[in-house]
């Protein structure tokens, strides 16, 4: 006969793992929700020169560049990548591959599969109705402990405005404001939930986009959170159905200045795009 302190052992084990389940259940649920409140259809018209009028000539060239005569413009793209992430500085580097469903004007929803120090690990962050947060859980069910609260909303906020490119219909939008900054460079400014926030993009001669550079809230240096510079390099575009986008990109903290480390850039290639239309 089994002896009582085992049968109250394997309950509380029972009683937990049903927990941890349940808190899985639940947080697909919250990102399903996100996503389709996202990817809900919304009314748009086609792209056209009448869109340019008032521009400054480097907006013009980029969005020219950026979006085919004709092609809708949509407010959401959903996007299929893998890459290479630094979790802890100076720490190993990371692989994994993501999903993202990115409405710029409103938010985000990004999920990852990794292997860290040998285990699978789920990370999923976000961005929608005024909240963000990061949710990392292990081997399916155990959930790692991270940050929260309004320095992690804010910092979900100044990556959705940076990854803003990759749905550069949406920058075509009466409440974005742009500003040249010269020849090869131009300053948009999206707002967020009242928060507004400037991202300068540098261009080729044709338009192309080279780079993404903001300052982003964060403690990626140590409390406490503050503005950091943040960006990348766009290595490579591609078009998808006549939205042409970065998908080759090498960034993230300190981007563009001396403390800047390009041994622990996270890398990132997006192989789809498809534009909610």
């Not at 009028?53 to 013009?60: C, I, K, V």
């Not at 004709?70 to 999903?99: F, H, I």
């Not at 982003?216 to 240096?221: L, S, T």
């Amino acid at each position: 006969m089994r002896h009582p302190i085992l049968w109250t052992l394997t309950g509380l084990a029972t009683l937990a793992a049903g927990a941890l389940f349940a808190r899985r259940v639940l947080s697909d649920r919250h990102t399903d929700r996100i996503e389709a409140e996202l990817t809900a259809p919304a009314p748009s018209h086609t792209f056209s020169e009448a869109d340019l009028a008032g521009l400054p000539e480097p907006a013009q060239r980029y969005l020219r560049h950026a979006i085919a005569p004709g092609a809708p413009l949509s407010p959401s793209v959903r996007l299929w990548m893998d890459g290479t992430m630094t979790p802890t500085p100076g720490g190993p580097s990371t692989d994994l591959t993501a999903v993202e469903t990115l409405a710029p004007h409103r938010g985000f929803a990004w999920t990852a599969e990794a292997r860290m120090n040998g285990l699978p690990v789920r990370v999923r962050d976000h961005y929608s109705d005024g909240e963000g947060g990061v949710d990392v859980v292990a081997l399916g069910l155990l959930p790692i402990p991270l940050g929260s609260g309004p320095d992690v909303v804010r910092s979900a906020r100044g990556r959705l405005v940076a990854e803003a490119v990759w749905c550069p219909t949406a920058l075509v939008h009466p409440s974005v404001a742009w500003e040249s900054l010269g020849d090869d460079r131009v300053r948009f400014t999206l707002t967020v939930d009242a928060d507004a926030i400037p991202v300068t993009l540098r261009l080729g001669p044709d338009g192309a986009l080279r780079e993404v550079a903001l300052e982003r809230w964060g403690d990626v240096a140590g409390p406490p959170a503050r503005p950091i510079p943040y960006g990348f390099r766009v290595g490579e575009e591609r078009t998808f159905d006549g939205v042409t986008i970065p998908v080759r990109l090498t960034g993230g903290w300190h981007f563009g200045t001396e403390h800047f480390d390009p041994a622990g850039a996270a890398t990132f290639a997006v192989h789809r795009a498809e534009f909610v239309r």
